[in-house]
């Protein structure tokens, strides 16, 4: 029986060729994808999946990268898995120019990044750094972010692949890899084509520490508020003009300070965050997110920043608003709790590639929690990223390796489990 053992330089080197190509998406664009520069990474990605034989390998219009390793077990009836990664970084900060840096056998010290002598990199801040010791890490350079979100999720994948194709004896159902553009900006979902994919079950390659499986993520909903206010000559305005920018400054005010917000939550609690705000005297525009992990908080939550608003708009006359809710996205847990041996499996995965196994929540959405409710049940497994949308972030190379490892234990799982 073959060794499921993936080669750690092999994996490193795959990964910080690309962490080089600039693919950081863009919020305000209305293109698919959002930035052209995508498509540079997710054809070369396409092209290298068809060196490993993958026929079918191919990269579409909007930069999505669909490619299938066919079967090559007797059985009929194994279920279409689908690894999934996003090709974009995240727009907080900049992904131009990153020059990965290999420090080879990590021992505790402080990492001082070449290009910004104050990105450090410590174990004090990081504590788990400390399981790295005597092995490989990646970081930048200091004055761009890594991009480990989600390359490493491409690397891990684009390994796995390869492993299998060489490796005829690892027994395996049909596996469909799918590359998105536009995760950060949470559009990677909208121009997928779900029938060209054709997938049963599927799993992100976009988490955390070693070992990590996360089954559950927050329900989303965004919120606008409109505030009109009433204009008038401003050297003729007493008692008639109400100037829109002053109630927006007052509702984001009215907000409380101590809860309900992303940097006094943390676990389970929600939270409501405003992200945007703009306009002229006559009419603002406050854009908010809404978040929470429960379904009937978030609606509660959404109804006290209505009540919220409206209480300070009604304070002055003649002005008024308009309250908008608009789903994101959906607790994938939901879903997930319907078909148990997606995560089982993973699960056992994980275990066979010689980790412990931590279920987690994400404070966050992944692609998967859109692909589940559009019918692919998808939870998310490590990488080993840290630090993400940051100059300090940081991967270790081992769990890389070991996240390859584990996707390949789960597609010979699922060929074992049917019958
Ligand atoms: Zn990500």
């Known amino acids: ?20 190509i600039d693919t950081q998406s863009d919020p305000q664009s209305n293109t698919h994808p959002s930035t052209e520069k995508q498509k540079n990474l997710s054809l070369l990605l396409a092209q290298e999946l068809k060196l490993l034989g993958i026929k079918d390998a191919e990269m579409d219009e909007f930069g999505y990268v669909y490619a299938t390793i066919p079967s090559n077990s007797e059985k009929k009836d194994i279920p279409v898995i689908c690894f999934c990664s996003h090709v974009d970084t995240a727009p907080d900060c900049s992904g131009y120019n990153v020059k990965p840096i290999l420090h080879k056998n990590y021992d505790e010290e402080d990492i001082i990044l070449p290009d910004d ?41 684009m390994q796995a692949a390869e492993f299998i194709m060489n490796n005829p004896s690892v027994t395996h159902g049909v596996i469909k890899i799918l590359f998105t553009p536009d995760e950060e900006i949470g559009k990677g979902t909208s121009k997928l084509d779900m029938k060209k994919l054709g997938a049963d079950f599927g799993y992100t390659l976009d988490g955390g520490e070693a070992g990590s499986l996360e089954d559950e993520t927050f329900n989303a909903d965004g919120a606008t508020v409109v505030v009109n206010g009433v ?70 939550h959404g109804e006290r920043l209505h009540g919220i608003a409206e209480n300070v708009v009604n304070h002055y006359r003649g002005a008024s608003m308009e309250f908008t809710i608009t789903e994101q996205y959906r607790n994938m847990k939901g879903i997930l709790d319907e078909h148990p041996q997606v995560a089982a499996y993973a699960a056992e995965a994980i275990t066979r590639a010689g980790i412990d196994v931590k279920t987690e929540s994400i404070r966050g959405g992944t692609d998967g929690s859109k692909l589940s409710y559009m019918g692919l049940p998808c939870p998310n497994i490590f990488t080993g990223m840290q630090g993400i949308h940051s100059k300090l972030e940081w991967i270790g190379v081992k769990d890389m390796a070991k996240a390859a490892e584990t996707i390949i234990h789960l597609c010979m799982i699922w060929e074992e489990e049917t019958t």
């Open 231 to 300: 204009i008038a000559h401003p050297g003729y305005a007493k008692n008639k003009l109400v100037n829109a920018l002053k109630v927006a400054a007052e509702i984001l005010h009215a907000l409380p300070g101590s809860e309900w917000a992303p940097e006094v939550t943390e676990e389970k609690e929600g939270f409501v965050h405003p992200v945007r705000l703009d306009g002229i005297a006559e009419r603002a525009t406050i854009e908010f997110i809404i978040r929470d992990f429960d379904l009937d908080n978030l609606k509660e």
């Open 1 to 20: 029986m073959t060794e499921i053992k993936i080669n750690k330089s092999a994996i490193a080197e795959r990964f910080m060729r690309y962490v080089k």
């Open 117 to 157: 002598h104050s990105q450090v990199l410590s174990a004090v801040a990081q504590p788990y750094l400390r399981e790295h010791l005597g092995e490989d890490i990646i970081t930048a350079s200091g004055h761009t972010l890594l991009g480990a979100d989600d390359k490493s999720g491409l690397a891990v994948i």
